[in-house]
Nanobody, 129 residues
Framework: QVQLVESGGGSVQAGGSLRLSCAAS????????VGWFRQAPGKEREGVGT????????????SFADFVKGRFTISRDKVNNVVYLQLNHLKPEDTAVYYC??????????????????WGLGTQVIVSS
């Protein structure tokens, strides 16, 4: 059974940083995407960034939505199956519930929430001005 558990959310002032974690278990795909998404009240869930990885070779590549503009990074702990989303230079408009999701790498649109079947429950990020 696939399980994704996010943690690390909280409240910060604009300009601050947070590191979100996504602990994954039960994933058996050799090549997969782990995506980070967010959903603000009254808005649709949007893609923040993805990490493509090959669990056999250890290769990994991250990509981000345009609005990130270099503020966020994705990294991973391969031993413990944790993917991190580092949020820097946070703005009030980054306030949202952040989710991680996983899917095999044959999906067509890795930044589209509709492509993912496995989801965590989310962690709240609040950025005050």
């Amino acid at each position: 059974q696939v399980q994704l558990v996010e943690s690390g959310g909280g409240s910060v002032q604009a300009g601050g940083s947070l590191r979100l974690s996504c602990a994954a278990s039960g994933l058996t795909y050799r090549r997969l995407y782990v995506g980070w998404f967010r959903q603000a009240p009254g808005k649709e869930r949007e893609g923040v960034g993805t990490l493509w990885s090959d669990t056999y070779t250890g290769e990994g590549t991250s990509s981000f939505a345009d609005f990130v503009k270099g503020r966020f990074t994705i990294s991973r702990d391969k031993v413990n199956n944790v993917v991190y989303l580092q949020l820097n230079h946070l703005k009030p408009e980054d306030t949202a519930v952040y989710y991680c999701a996983a899917a095999p790498d044959w999906i067509q649109s890795p930044l589209s929430a509709h492509a993912y079947h496995h989801w965590g429950l989310g962690t709240q990020v609040i950025v005050s001005s």
